[in-house]
């Protein structure tokens, strides 16, 4: 198949394209950054320079594919989180339509059957609502966990602190997932077909956050390392005093409150869902230690 990847080479897009490309499609990988663009040809997919908001652009690119994989990329400078993300979904569409591409498979998040409270979540339900309402294409919807990379997040503080944390406590379960583990579940998907409207949710492990200070802490040699819950009053304040821009600050703050809560979890629960990546939070603590210690 000739299949469109958005998302340039990131953290779920190359190890997508590097899959896709060894099952045998023509893959092209859109990226806004024309200095990418010798490392997609060398995974042997052809590269697609321009921005998601350029509806053009995007037209021209999915024409003729048989399939576009859709994400929307992360955008610090905006100053409407949830506006900026839906705004990406409706280009999508639009360039969707014109083009007559028929399956799209649509990165969503956990969580995102909430219509509000749960920071740039809600931005991709309002996403999953457009595409809901139209037609023409079939459609897998990917709703993928807390992803495992968020705690990288967590470097500096453990260096300068000693501590782990965030403004949800020990004890509050999280369902986790590696980008591998979302890579390989799409490919998967993509290659034996789907057909009409369906949604997925990849999840790695459920844990609580006292097993991730505890794992951390044992692969970095940090065996007491704990997790301490912040109030949200003081996430803010840490996360722009790290250099985040207000508006972002403020949205991650609502999705700790999400997580809090245990809201984010509640339909993956209530469908029994069990995590059924390879990944688990014994092998990615391995992974943090080795950024840990880089």
Do not use: C
């Not at 979540?121 to 990379?149: C, M, S, W």
């Not at 979890?265 to 995590?275: L, M, Y």
């Amino acid at each position: 198949m000739k299949i469109i990847l958005t998302g340039s080479l990131g953290n779920i897009s190359k190890p997508l394209t590097k899959n896709l490309i060894a099952l045998g499609h023509d893959v092209t990988v859109v990226s806004s950054n024309a200095s990418k663009t010798d490392e997609i040809k060398a995974l042997g997919a052809t590269p697609a320079i321009g921005a998601v908001q350029d509806e053009d652009f995007l037209t021209h690119t999915f024409t003729g594919a048989d399939l576009v994989y859709l994400m929307v990329p992360n955008d610090f400078s905006t100053d409407n989180m949830r506006n900026h993300i839906k705004s990406i979904g409706q280009h999508y569409i639009n360039a969707v339509q014109k083009s007559g591409v028929k399956k799209v498979v649509l990165l969503s998040s956990i969580g995102a059957h909430l219509e509000k409270g749960t920071g740039p979540i809600a931005g991709l339900h309002d996403v999953e609502q457009l595409f809901g309402k139209e037609e023409g294409f079939d459609i897998l919807t990917l709703r993928p966990a807390y992803f495992y990379n968020n705690l990288y997040g967590n470097i500096d503080m453990i260096k300068h602190a000693g501590i782990i944390g965030g403004n949800y406590g020990a004890d509050q379960p999280i369902v986790i997932v590696d980008p591998q583990d979302i890579a390989d579940t799409a490919s998967a998907k993509i290659n034996e077909g789907f057909t009409g409207r369906s949604t997925l949710y990849i999840a790695s492990d459920k844990r609580t956050l006292g097993e991730v200070a505890a794992q951390i802490g044992k692969a970095i040699g940090q065996p007491e390392l704990p997790w301490i819950e912040f109030t949200d009053e003081q996430s803010y304040d840490g996360m722009v005093g790290a250099g985040l821009p207000p508006e972002i600050a403020k949205n991650y703050v609502e999705m700790g409150t999400a997580i809090r809560s245990g809201v984010l979890w509640e339909d993956f629960d209530a469908k029994n869902t069990v995590p059924s990546g390879k990944v688990k939070l014994e092998d990615f603590a391995l992974k943090f230690a080795q950024a840990y210690n880089s």
